[in-house]
């Protein structure tokens, strides 16, 4: 059998596989990434107008690819409390990091600062090819090997690898071409998502809100701008805005000029907020659950949204994606450190029983979080706030949300422990 071009091929260059790559800079592998578009380029879809809830483990990988300090220049805002309310009614939870060994539960970064990051260290990584723009049209997993056409400017070539990663994102072509079904769930709702200016700092408090419609976050920022004098413009009083809607309203709300959006907003804001000011740009964006029926085939593993989209309530996407990296990553090092094919059906297998309770764990909470806080129902509002005032109450109980909220449950790679993926024997979650 001829030598493959690749090891490792990832198909999708945005958040999630940039940062797969990055992670396998330092390893004895040749990395191949196949992406559409460029990292600099505008409709890049991954490095849009959107904040990331970074979570603390997050923070962590990318201090293990030693890219965070990067991304803290650029603009990083913390998350140090956390206050969970609905609308309208009693129930509260209050959550402060201090009270739980960190600095921060996480941090709220723009997507394309991440892409500002992530685009010169692939660059400069020696073991990592780039094909951009590059379109899949074909993919076999046959002979051993993994063989994907794609479509260039310079025509149509085939590529073949020992692995073939697909993280392409929710509509996942390779996906679809490999046979892999989905399990699909539809939210009726929509979020509108824009930048929001208020009357009163945040403080580094993030605020989840239940309301009869749906759920409304509001995430600090740590604007990275400076005005003609070389201040910052960061007043400390700028938000990332997320609100759920039904598909009809979210997208009547944003169509509505700046003065109409505000008054409209203003009534469901926490009153810490104050008066909301100013709203950029509007966004809506339909939202939805999607489960790849499976992680992992002999040659191909599936990773981020390709293998689980969720509702944004939690924040917890990407930071599910940045765990599918860092633990993938770590049993190819592994593989790597004892000549293991990193495509074999027991690597992978590997890697997929190390994700699975998490995946399905934060799958699990995110959807009921959906539909427990969606439905005004009496009975079902009184229990919700009878549990959000008991969670503040007791103190083991804020220890495990606080824990999930920061990817810190179960087994963690070294990468959450802010290590590089090592050489070595193969682990066994």
């Not at 260059?13 to 940062?19: Q, T």
């Not at 803290?72 to 609308?87: F, H, L």
């Not at 934060?362 to 005032?389: E, I, Q």
Request: hydrophobic residues 45%.
């Amino acid at each position: 059998m001829s030598r493959p071009d690749y090891d490792v091929l990832i198909i999708g260059g945005g958040l999630v596989g940039a940062s797969l790559a990055c992670a396998l800079r330092g390893l004895p592998l040749r990395v191949g990434v196949v992406e559409a578009r460029p990292l600099e380029d505008g409709a890049q879809p991954s490095f849009d107008a959107r904040s990331l809830a970074l979570a603390w483990s997050s923070r962590r990988i990318f201090e293990a690819l030693g890219l965070w300090e990067a991304v803290a220049a650029r603009g990083a805002a913390p998350i140090r409390r956390i206050r969970v309310t609905d609308r309208g009614r009693f129930g509260t939870t209050r959550l402060e990091a201090a009270r739980h060994g960190v600095e921060a539960f996480g941090y709220v970064v723009e997507s394309r600062v991440l892409g500002a990051v992530l685009g010169p260290a692939l660059a400069a990584a020696a073991n990592v090819d780039h094909h951009c723009p590059a379109e899949v049209t074909g993919v076999a997993l046959e002979g051993g090997l993994a063989r994907v056409a794609v479509e260039t400017p310079g025509g149509a070539r085939e590529l073949s690898a020992r692995l073939l990663v697909a993280a392409d994102g929710t509509r996942s072509r390779v996906r679809e071409l490999c046979g892999v079904g989905t399990v699909r769930l539809d939210y009726r709702q929509s979020a509108v998502i824009a930048n929001i200016r208020t009357s009163e700092p945040h403080g580094d408090t993030a605020h989840e809100r239940f309301t009869p419609c749906g759920p409304l976050a509001l995430l600090p920022l740590a604007l990275a701008g400076t005005g003609a004098d070389g201040r910052r413009l960061d007043t400390g009083c700028e938000w990332s805005l997320v609100w759920t809607h039904p598909p009809e309203e979210a997208t009547r709300l944003a169509a509505l000029d700046e003065a109409g959006f505000l008054a409209a907003l203003q009534p469901v804001l926490p009153k810490e907020a104050g008066e909301v000011l100013a709203a950029g740009t509007r966004h809506v964006y339909p939202l939805g659950m999607v489960q790849a029926r499976a992680q992992v085939r002999p040659r191909l593993a599936i990773i981020g949204n390709a293998a689980h989209t969720l509702h944004p309530v939690a924040g917890q996407g990407f930071n599910l994606g940045l765990r599918d990296v860092a633990a993938l990553a770590e049993v190819l090092a592994a593989a790597a450190g004892t000549g293991a094919d990193p495509g074999a059906g027991a690597v992978l297998e590997r890697y997929a029983r190390w994700r699975r309770r998490d995946r399905l764990q934060v799958s699990a909470f995110t959807d009921a979080l959906v539909r427990v806080f969606s439905n005004d129902r009496l009975p079902v509002a009184a229990a919700r706030n009878a549990g959000l005032l008991a969670l503040d109450l007791l103190p083991p109980l804020k220890n495990v949300l606080a824990r999930h909220a920061m990817g810190l449950a179960g087994r963690l790679p070294r990468m959450v422990m802010g290590l590089p993926p090592a050489h070595g024997p193969e682990p066994c979650p």
